[in-house]
């Protein structure tokens, strides 16, 4: 199991920019996959990026390609979010993910994460 404990969120104005961490402790060496989702009110949780531990590949909601950057400090078992444009759409609780299970193509739904972090807010106003 791994414990994950995100930080770096607040309020923004539209067009500003937020860095979101997510500190991974544990088994972090059995995860396969992190990912980074959120969920606002009244809404499920959508994707928003993955990066594998090694090699690093990343995938991005369309909503968000071009803004968002993911990257992972393997030495540190840190995972980051980079938002930059950001827009009020993105206002939402963000929540960093592990994945330990493999044989998927596509890591894009919750349902493929094992742990999850308590999440942080996001609130971008207009």
């Known amino acids: 199991q791994v414990q994950l404990v995100e930080s770096g969120g607040g309020l923004v104005q539209a067009g500003g920019s937020l860095r979101l961490s997510c500190a991974a402790s544990?088994?972090?060496?059995?995860?396969?996959?992190m990912g980074w989702f959120r969920q606002a009110p009244g809404k499920e949780r959508e994707f928003v990026a993955a990066?594998?531990?090694?090699?690093?590949?990343?995938t991005y909601a369309d909503s968000v390609k071009g803004r968002f950057t993911i990257s992972r400090d393997s030495a540190e078992n840190m995972v980051y979010l980079q938002m930059n444009s950001l827009k009020p759409e993105d206002t939402a609780v963000y929540y960093c993910a592990a994945a330990y299970r493999r044989g998927y193509t596509t890591f894009n739904t919750p349902n493929k994460y094992d742990d999850w972090g308590q999440g942080t807010q996001v609130t971008v106003s207009s």
């Open positions: 990066i594998r531990w090694g090699g690093g590949t990343t």
């Open positions: 544990g088994r972090t060496f059995s995860s396969y996959v």
